[in-house]
């Protein structure tokens, strides 16, 4: 009865809580005269000019790209096709699988349920998800029947560190690490997303009983972590992942095309992943360890907390917005400016080494030596990208966001990503 009880008052508390009002109320993104707004329109047509390029070049079959500046969205152009072989040209309101931003939306859903008083950063996941127990890792490996040994790790896994890809999970098909390759193969773990009817408390279970690659909190190891942290907000919130993140974050941002599958009034507008064949042609990317006609088809069972969203750049826009706005958006606060203000900092010390960027509680961060690099925005700028060619960043001493969308694997020769982001800053003129 008493952790009925306790249940109870858990789930009483998440749906009481939720988003706020907020007394600070910033007007949602809507579109301004760049001029208006401290940015150039002459030197934004630069990058018209370097996009219509680098599809002429045939190193992109197109892209969607978006510039907003204190608050107002200045550029939002498509350019290009959205699918080759059937001559479909890409819209502005196009949906895109964002595959790795999905992350920092999930990180924001912990941040949530963090703010709720439900648990500390430095908590072991193991005391919410016991599935994990004692951490373990791998030892000695062999390649002949991919059995192994272990040895018990000294730290056990938080969901700081889950969130900061220092748990020492990692992925297992696109991992560098061949050995976990073929562990997490053997078990079953799916990395990225899956059209099979499995649920994220499957792959997770799963993902549970494996070794780690190193003792949690030593090394920054890219991983499943947002994978585990999405089944945690299920346990924690008593609510699906997919109806945690629409109710707490899409619906009040106004993110109506951000969702893990599609219905199909949307089917049309979604992005083909396109790839050259050997002639140079853009072509459909074949299926490989993942269908890519998610988020379309199969048994839409599977949210992936690391990889699994798609959406428009838009919606993406918005999210951005949020936290350039301290955490409000539109009157509703969903964070707090203190818990965003500790967010953006470095969380994982010096394991990045001297690249220039850093890792907070959601994403990348510019650091001193990387705003020094040039054309990256200004220290304290944060950023990501997905799996499929999708990029962003939002510099708050600037207070400007550029989303850069493409829909591609393979080597294509692309160079728009660097160029785009060097090109918003040049565009600045205030």
């Keep these: 009865m008493r952790i009925l009880l306790a249940a109870f008052f858990t789930l009483f508390s998440i749906a009481s809580y939720a988003q706020t009002n907020s007394i600070v109320s910033t007007p949602p993104l809507s579109e301004g005269r760049a001029v208006n707004y401290g940015m150039s329109p002459e030197r934004l047509s630069l990058i018209d000019n370097m996009l219509a390029e680098q599809i002429e070049e045939n190193r992109i079959p197109g892209a969607v790209a978006l510039i907003a500046r204190n608050g107002k969205i ?3 152009k498509a350019f290009g096709m959205a699918d080759n072989q059937s001559g479909r040209e890409l819209q502005r309101d196009d949906i895109f699988r964002i595959a790795s931003q999905t992350k920092a939306i999930t990180s924001t859903a912990v941040m949530l349920l963090w703010e709720e008083g439900h648990f500390r950063l430095d908590d072991p996941i193991s005391n919410y998800l016991p599935v994990f127990g004692e951490a373990q890792i791998l030892d000695t490996f062999n390649a002949d029947d991919t059995t192994y040994t272990t040895v018990p790790a000294e730290n056990q ?12 999970i990692g992925y297992g098909i696109i991992d560098r690490d061949q050995r976990f390759k073929m562990i997490y193969e053997k078990a079953g773990v799916t990395d990225l997303y899956t059209t099979e009817p499995i649920t994220i408390k499957e792959s997770v279970t799963r993902l549970a009983e494996l070794p780690l690659q190193h003792e949690p909190g030593e090394a920054f190891t890219y991983g499943e972590g947002l994978d585990v942290l999405g089944y945690f907000i299920e346990v924690m919130s008593g609510m699906p992942f ?3 993140l629409q109710t707490r974050i899409f619906d009040p941002l106004g993110m109506d095309d951000t969702r893990f599958y599609l219905p199909e009034a949307k089917h049309d507008r979604l992005v083909t992943v396109q ?5 140079g042609e853009w072509t459909p990317y074949p299926e490989t360890f993942y269908d890519p006609d998610y988020p379309k088809t199969g048994a839409m069972t599977f949210f992936s907390g690391g990889a699994g969203l798609s959406g428009t750049a838009a919606d993406y826009a918005k999210f951005l917005q949020m936290y350039l706005n301290n955490g409000e958006y539109a009157g509703t606060r969903l964070l707090s400016r203190t818990t965003v203000n500790f967010m953006m900092q470095n969380q994982v010390g010096d394991l990045l080494g001297d690249r220039g960027i850093d890792y907070g509680l959601a994403f990348g961060l510019i650091d001193e030596n990387g705003e020094a ?11 990501w990208g997905g799996y ?3 990029s962003y960043f939002a510099d708050p001493n600037e207070n400007v966001i550029g989303i850069l969308f493409k829909q591609t694997r393979g080597p294509t020769g692309d160079q728009s990503g660097w160029k785009f982001r060097q090109m918003v800053f040049q565009a600045i003129d205030d």
């Design 275 to 279: 790839q050259k064949d050997e002639n």
């Design 242 to 244: 997919d109806e945690f």
């Design 74 to 76: 200045i550029y939002h």
């Design 388 to 390: 499929f060619n999708t």
């Design 157 to 168: 896994i938080t969901i700081r560190d889950l969130i900061t890809h220092t748990s020492g």
């Design 373 to 383: 690099m040039g054309g990256r925005g200004s220290e304290g700028t944060f950023d």
